[in-house]
């Protein structure tokens, strides 16, 4: 349409009220139809009025009849949900002669595919019943039907036929041939509807919703599968099975229980059967690793304990700074000097005054600090909390004033030799009381050290006590005592020198040596003591130089050959020495190769891994000094003793080296 006003639709027809028509159905049946309908802003819906037999009337949409043209305001329509309503298409009445033609065969109507098609689209949720209702469509006559569906084609224009000018006889109507039926919706779209036969559709019934319970029985049963499965997998594993003693547990008794087996912590010695080291096999065997240029000069002896025959012997009795491998001497002279049950004791007794406690070292800087049950890095160390509880229930807790009476040792708190800053930093001035070997941290033994240690355990001591620290004071010959602590045993604080290289600990056991032999318990008086001890029990110690007992000061002077001779007698068989029975407790205090104390983050690399767990041995390291001397057990069987000393410029690939001359000593049958 044009526009909005009336359809002026140019006709040849004759007057819709003459009854005359055409034979072709006249000249609106051949008018083209647009391609394009344009609607007016209120759809109307037209519905065809009624028809005789001779002819068909169109109804102008300008003058819509009431009984032939239905109007309706689409956009008035309120929204329903309801099924659309079916609008019955209207019958043509028939006349006698038309029933009597009825029984005629009819024409077929048009084949669908010459009828116009347009795209479904989706229905929108909402709609009025009417805009849903199919747009009837004029019934025409089989000869007309034809040329109205190829009109309905928008590209090509309908041709117009010659006009007959024969008089035509009357056609019955035929069956109105099935229409697209058309829907109008609201926006004035025009879309296909689902054909109507006049009948009203039973609803659509719902779709079942589908059946869950199925589902979920089985989803059940096969949840209730898997845990079947995983329970008895897990009861299946050794570890279930034998926590709660299943009768397929692999660790379930099958008979009677093993006897335990003894072990025994002490080395033994070889095998009667064990094949001999030769001096020659050692040699070809440290040819190569003992050459190596990272070393330096290098010096050393290795020994057979089982004979004391000297295998191999590079230098040995030329005089090196022995570093920490000094330390071997100390705790083997304290070995000879003294029970190794030996304790060291921290006395308090009564002062010059009720009302007064003097503290009296004896020598133990293993002293803890730490409350009861916590341990510091002294293993078996008494507590100071322990010694504060006895003189307070001693005293009555009269005690007001505390003094400390270090007099036990004597001289200087640092050796000769000695670096400025060596204490506190690889060691602690010298007192004969410390707590925790005056390290800042109790449990920590590369942390530093306190300054004044003695004084450290004076004012702790009385702040515990509630009491005053008043200095330095001589105990009372015969004085009450008011409390009494013990160290551990003199082997389990070698063990802990020897194996963490305490200096502080290491120097305080000279002091012990020095005290025992009746020497003055200074630098200078446990030197001496270590040396007497050693050579009175038959080593050769005659031009050994001694300026403390930790290895700390570089003014000691030592041959590789007597650390390899105290070393093969503390290794010696069982008997067959007097002295091997006492020195057998400082091999239990030697590092383990890549395993404990100062070896621990040794012995990784590849050409000397094999010495790994089997090389027990002491380090010693200072600028331009590197030391290693202990023991390891051949391939064969055999123990052999060594004493290596470098001096080597740089450090590390110095002590790699040395590790490495130990690991060929493993790993050769040295025959």
């Known amino acids: 349409m044009p526009s909005n006003e009336q359809p002026e639709w140019p006709s040849e027809d004759t007057d819709a009220g003459s009854g005359e028509s055409s034979a072709d159905g006249g000249a609106t049946a051949q008018l083209p139809v647009p391609g394009k309908v344009s609607l007016p802003e209120s759809p109307t819906l037209f519905v065809p009025a009624e028809r005789d037999a001779e002819k068909t009337q169109f109804i102008p949409a300008a003058k819509p009849d009431a009984e032939s043209t239905q109007v309706i305001d689409l956009r008035q329509v309120p929204e329903q949900e309801t099924e659309p309503h079916r609008v019955p298409r209207p019958q043509p009445p028939q006349s006698a002669q038309q029933s009597a033609e009825s029984a005629q065969p009819r024409p077929q109507p048009a084949p669908p595919e010459h009828r116009p098609q347009q795209p479904a689209q989706q229905q929108p949720p909402q709609q009025s019943a009417e805009s849903a209702q199919p747009r009837p469509q004029s019934a025409q006559p089989p000869q007309q039907s034809a040329q109205q569906q190829s009109a309905a084609e928008p590209s090509q224009p309908r041709p117009q036929p010659a006009p007959n000018h024969e008089p035509s006889q009357p056609v019955p109507p035929a069956a109105v041939p099935p229409v697209q039926p058309m829907r109008i919706e609201p926006s004035g779209e025009i879309h296909p509807a689902e054909a109507t036969t006049g009948e009203e559709k039973p609803p659509a019934e719902p779709e079942a919703k589908p059946k869950r319970r199925r589902k979920g029985v089985l989803i059940g049963s096969i949840v209730a599968l898997v845990l079947v499965v995983a329970v008895g997998a897990a009861l299946a594993t050794p570890y279930v099975s034998n926590r709660l003693g299943l009768p397929w547990a692999p660790n379930l008794p099958k008979g009677d229980s093993p006897q335990p087996v003894p072990v025994a912590l002490s080395l033994k010695a070889p095998s009667a059967s064990a094949p001999e080291p030769t001096s020659s096999g050692v040699s070809s065997a440290l040819a190569g690793p003992a050459a190596n240029a990272a070393l330096g000069t290098l010096t050393g002896a290795v020994i057979d304990p089982a004979t004391g025959e000297l295998l191999w012997d590079r230098n040995s009795g030329q005089f090196r700074t022995p570093a920490s491998t000094t330390k071997l001497l100390t705790t083997s002279a304290a070995l000879l000097a003294m029970d190794p049950g030996t304790q060291l004791s921290t006395k308090v007794v009564q002062g010059s005054s009720p009302d007064t406690a003097v503290i009296v070292a004896g020598g133990d800087i293993t002293l803890s600090s730490l409350p009861a049950g916590q341990q510091s890095v002294y293993a078996g160390a008494a507590h100071l909390d322990d010694l504060v509880a006895q003189v307070k229930q001693a005293s009555g807790g009269a005690i007001k004033k505390v003094q400390i009476d270090t007099s036990i040792w004597s001289g ?61 004071a001589t105990a009372p010959q015969d004085a009450k005592v008011l409390g009494e602590v013990k160290s551990a045993p003199l082997s389990e604080l070698i063990a802990h020198a020897l194996e963490a290289s305490d200096n502080t600990l290491a120097d305080a056991i000279g002091r012990m040596t020095a005290i025992a032999t009746g020497a003055d318990a200074s630098f200078s008086g446990a030197a001496q003591a270590t040396l007497s001890v050693l050579s009175q029990n038959g080593f050769d110690v005659s031009q050994v130089k001694l300026s403390d007992n930790s290895g700390l000061s570089p003014q000691n002077s030592v041959p590789a050959k007597l650390l390899a001779q105290v070393l093969a007698v503390a290794a010696g068989p069982d008997g067959k020495d007097p002295r091997t029975a006492k020195l057998r407790p400082m091999l239990a205090g030697l590092p383990v190769a890549g395993g404990s104390g100062t070896l621990a983050d040794r012995y990784d690399a ?35 003793v060594f004493a290596l000393m470098s001096d080597g410029a740089d450090q590390d690939p110095a002590r790699a080296a040395l590790d490495v001359v130990a690991a060929s000593l493993r790993g050769c049958g040295c025959r």
């Open 606 to 640: 590849p050409n000397s891994r094999s010495g790994k767990g089997w090389v027990r041995a002491k380090t010693g390291t200072l600028s331009g000094v590197h030391t290693l001397a202990g023991v390891v057990l051949d391939e064969d069987g055999r123990v052999l």
């Open 412 to 472: 200087a708190q640092t050796a000769p030799g000695w670096a400025p800053d060596d204490a506190p930093i690889y060691t602690a001035a010298m007192t004969p009381v410390m707590l925790d070997g005056g390290l800042t941290d109790p449990t920590n033994d590369h942390s530093m050290r306190v300054a004044q240690p003695a004084n450290t355990v004076l004012q702790t001591f009385a702040q515990r006590l509630g009491a005053t620290a008043s200095g330095q």
